[in-house]
């Protein structure tokens, strides 16, 4: 059983960074592409950010394109988002999830997700 736990979320201003983690457990880690998502109130989870299992290959919501980056490290078995030059739109619950294969940007190709982590943008 696939365990995925985000850390790093908390209240940042306007313009500022955060950089949050996920933790994955339960299986090799380098199989895996690994996805960051979030949903604000009343709102659908959109895709966020997606690497595939090497972190050669990265792809990115429009919204975020720029001002995002995702990573890995494969040996702490880990997935990174650095958010830079927050906007007063991206508060949200950010959700780390994880698949086989291709990086796939709609929610329900993820069969494994964590708990998620709150993002708070202050103007």
């Known amino acids: 059983q696939v365990q995925l736990v985000e850390s790093g979320g908390g209240l940042v201003q306007a313009g500022g960074s955060l950089r949050l983690s996920c933790a994955a457990s339960g299986r090799p880690f380098s199989s895996y592409v690994m996805g960051w998502f979030r949903q604000a109130p009343g709102k659908e989870r959109e895709f966020v950010a997606g690497?595939?299992?090497?972190?050669?290959?990265?792809y990115y919501g429009d919204s975020v394109k720029g001002r995002f980056t995702i990573s890995r490290d494969n040996a702490k078995s880990t997935v990174y988002l650095q958010m830079n030059s927050l906007k007063p739109e991206d508060p949200a619950v950010y959700y780390c999830a994880l698949r086989y294969g291709m990086v796939y940007t709609n929610v329900g190709s993820y069969a494994y997700w964590g708990q998620g982590t709150q993002v708070t943008v202050s103007s």
């Open positions: 690497i595939n299992w090497s972190g050669g290959s990265t």
